[in-house]
């Protein structure tokens, strides 16, 4: 399996590297490829990364045309609603998170929406939430996001037309591809659910209504007339014309609330990154209603007390159990303080310093300690942020674009709907608001008023793409897929490679753990060592072992001036390289 692939890129552009990148224990077993390329001024390069081959060619295709990152990530984001689509898709959001070449940085949300009917108490029944009611069918699903974020990041900030983009796409849609095994997995563990609603059943399985299997070609021609409709007629085909039309009779006639004005009345969002420092590195993440960029940014903040690169080599035991412990307190904050931010209070004192080092003073180090609720960041009324299942791609080029999507229909296969004749397979993210505030969504997770349901309202999420920048100049890039452990995920690639000094490769190959505060558990990845699981429990965690968690991308600069480009070993995905000549 592919795991990283470096490519040569512009010396001047990328001179300030990662420092101390020395490795202290045998990498993974990969395969890593050096392209050769010609002088810096006559070729131009992108490294692209997605959990999926024929996304990542997709968007190395979108660059060698002539693209820029931001074409390249935007192309690989859009076959994998084709590919990948138990995870994402355009009945979908996304976050982008883009460092264009002249240092702009740029966060477009398309995160999905709750219909304008949506009311707080929507999937209450006898007084208590029913989560089928937000996990599967109509209510569940918000108005999407991504092809509007897809077509703003585009328009602005590439080169190439969003047609360009698309067609190639709708080609793989309507030739079929060979499933992989994650595919086929998800749609064997999905089939029942999916054959209660006739457009999913006619699109995703077979004509007796059993799952296809891995390796069977999979041809999907409605999804494909719909993205050369798009590709053609617009976006507003999406979200003014025939697609909005369909979906709102559909929803009239099975029980849903969404109607075509909601569609009518979507827009993507561009808000002000959030940018805190750790160590000698900038932390660009994505700001509410991410919950993920303020909690990444929190955790570093109360580790950054620590000297976890001497614990880390001294005991790694010791040092998870100090991640552990932080991500606990930082996930009671997430579950209290925070929500979208243009309908409630979001506190920036999350992300103060001051704050991290007193609740960096609650961890005991020798013990798991109980955590009974959120902490109170300082200046919590007034200082706020502005109003105005998941994947992820990372793409950079050597004209300094770096682009971080992470793109989601939330649970597998979202809300198991496809709207005849469409091949669009519809989110759940209205069971990422608190249904009924204190209750666990489909995660686990335990939300509050601030994520409460209300109309026009973006449920709080837990992508996290992020941008590492040293000096300014971008040198990393990481973001993830699964739910809560995205957060968690990116916090460990992050202390990994800067902190324990591991190559990316192995930071994101590592087994990794993950807390979320409720249940008060730490789940573990059963590669982790033995021994380091068996001082974690004499501490105290009550440990629960996965075979995986997230998923992870990232590019990096590495301290030759290359390129490195990683996908998670988890699954089949692929990070390849292109080149094209300059203009």
């Not at 009239?252 to 959030?274: C, H, K, M």
């Not at 674009?401 to 669009?424: L, Q």
């Amino acid at each position: 399996m592919k795991l990283a692939t470096t490519l040569p890129i512009i010396p001047s552009l990328f001179a300030l590297l990662l420092a101390g990148c020395s490795q202290t224990a045998a990498p993974p077993k990969r395969e890593a490829t050096t392209a050769q390329v010609a002088p810096a001024e006559e070729l131009a390069v992108c490294m692209v990364a997605s959990v999926q081959p024929l996304a990542t060619d997709a968007g190395v295709a979108a660059f060698e045309a002539g693209g820029n990152a931001v074409d390249a990530a935007v192309a690989a984001a859009l076959t994998l609603g084709v590919v990948d689509n138990h995870n994402s898709g355009l009945g979908g959001g996304c976050f982008i998170l883009i460092r264009r070449a002249d240092g702009t940085l740029v966060a477009i949300d398309g995160r999905e929406e709750a219909p304008a009917a949506a009311t707080r108490d929507m999937f209450l029944r006898d007084g208590e939430a029913d989560p089928e009611l937000s996990q599967t069918g109509p209510l569940a699903v918000a108005i999407p996001g991504a092809l509007a974020a897809c077509d703003l990041a585009a328009s602005k900030y590439g080169n190439l037309p969003l047609k360009e983009l698309l067609l190639p796409a709708a080609k793989i849609a309507e030739d079929g591809f060979a499933i992989d095994r994650v595919y086929a997995g998800k749609l064997a563990a999905s089939a029942k659910s999916l054959d209660k609603f006739a457009g999913s059943r006619a699109a995703l399985l077979k004509s007796d209504g059993s799952a296809y299997k891995e390796g069977d070609i999979l041809k999907q021609p409605d999804l494909a007339r719909s993205y050369r409709a798009v590709a053609e007629e617009g976006t507003n085909w999406f979200y003014g014309g025939p697609f909005a039309d369909k979906v709102a009779r559909w929803m009239a006639d099975n029980g849903g609330l969404i109607t075509q004005a909601d569609f009518a009345s979507y827009l993507p969002v561009e808000r002000e990154p959030l940018e805190t420092t750790y160590r000698d590195w900038t932390i660009v993440g994505f700001p509410p209603p991410s919950s993920g960029g303020v909690h990444v940014a929190q955790m570093l903040n109360i580790l950054e007390t620590f000297d976890l690169k001497k614990t880390y080599q001294d005991n790694p035991a010791q040092a998870l159990h100090l991640v552990a412990e932080t991500m606990k307190l930082a996930f009671a904050d997430r579950a209290f303080w925070l929500g979208d931010p243009d309908a409630v209070d979001v506190p920036r004192g999350l992300i103060d310093k001051g704050y991290a080092v007193a609740l960096a003073e609650r961890i005991n180090p020798e013990r798991a300690t109980d955590v009974p609720g959120h902490g109170e960041p300082p200046a919590a009324a007034e200082d706020v942020f502005g109003k105005k299942h998941t994947t992820h791609i990372t793409a950079a080029d050597s004209d300094g674009n770096w682009v971080a999507i992470t793109a989601t229909v939330n649970t597998t296969f979202g809300s198991k709907v496809i709207v005849p004749g469409t091949g669009i397979v519809l989110n759940n993210e209205m069971d990422d608001f608190s249904a009924q505030p204190g209750k666990p969504n489909a995660f686990g997770l335990v939300g509050a008023e601030n994520n409460a349901v209300a109309p026009g309202k973006r449920p709080l999420s837990s992508m996290t793409p992020t941008i590492v920048l040293k000096g300014g100049k971008p040198v990393m890039t990481v973001g993830s897929a699964g739910g809560p452990k995205i957060i968690t995920s990116v916090l460990l690639a992050i202390l990994r490679r800067l902190d324990f000094k591991q190559s990316l490769a192995e930071a994101i190959a590592a087994p990794r753990i993950h807390q979320q505060w409720m249940p008060d558990v730490l789940t573990v990845e059963k590669k982790m060592p033995p021994e380091v699981v068996d001082q974690l429990m004499a501490k105290g965690h009550k440990i629960d072992e996965i075979e995986s968690g997230a998923v992870a991308q990232a590019i990096e600069v590495d301290e030759n001036g290359q390129f490195v480009g990683v996908h998670d070993p988890r699954v089949p995905g692929r990070a390849a390289s292109g080149t094209r000549p300059r203009k």
